[in-house]
């Protein structure tokens, strides 16, 4: 199975997952694709566009990031196998509409 068809089924998972996210209404009333009525963008809508992103760029392997965001404050975890791919990483974070910052804690630990 190649990347690509691994990362289209993981959108397709993430994609239904986010449909019956009820972690989104518990921030407020959600009535636009993640923004509450007040015009905010949810956490869980964040994380959801960052780990997209993420997935769908080929210069980051998102099996060993995980992503957390708190208020807006996007913080990336795990591991990657270079400096490159940890740059690369925060970058693709900081093109998310609505985040408020990024926080990169991700390890570089090269390939064995």
């Known amino acids: 199975m190649t990347r690509g068809m691994m990362s289209a089924g993981l959108v ?3 994609s239904l997952g ?3 996210a009820p972690g989104l ?3 407020g009333s ?8 007040k015009g905010e963008v949810t ?3 964040l994380t ?3 780990k997209l992103a993420l997935l769908g760029d080929e210069r980051v392997s998102s099996n060993d990031v995980s992503v957390k965001t708190v208020k807006g404050v996007i913080t990336l975890h795990g591991k990657v ?3 490159e791919e940890q740059k690369a990483a925060e970058e693709i974070a900081l093109t998310i509409e609505g985040q408020k910052k990024v926080v990169n ?5 090269p390939a064995a």
């Open 81 to 83: 196998a270079s400096a």
């Open 105 to 109: 804690q991700l390890t570089v630990v």
């Open 43 to 45: 956490d869980s809508w």
């Open 18 to 20: 986010l449909l019956a």
């Open 30 to 37: 959600v009535t636009k694709a993640g923004t509450t009525a």
């Open 48 to 50: 959801f566009k960052t």
């Open 25 to 27: 209404a518990a921030q």
């Open 12 to 14: 397709l998972v993430l």
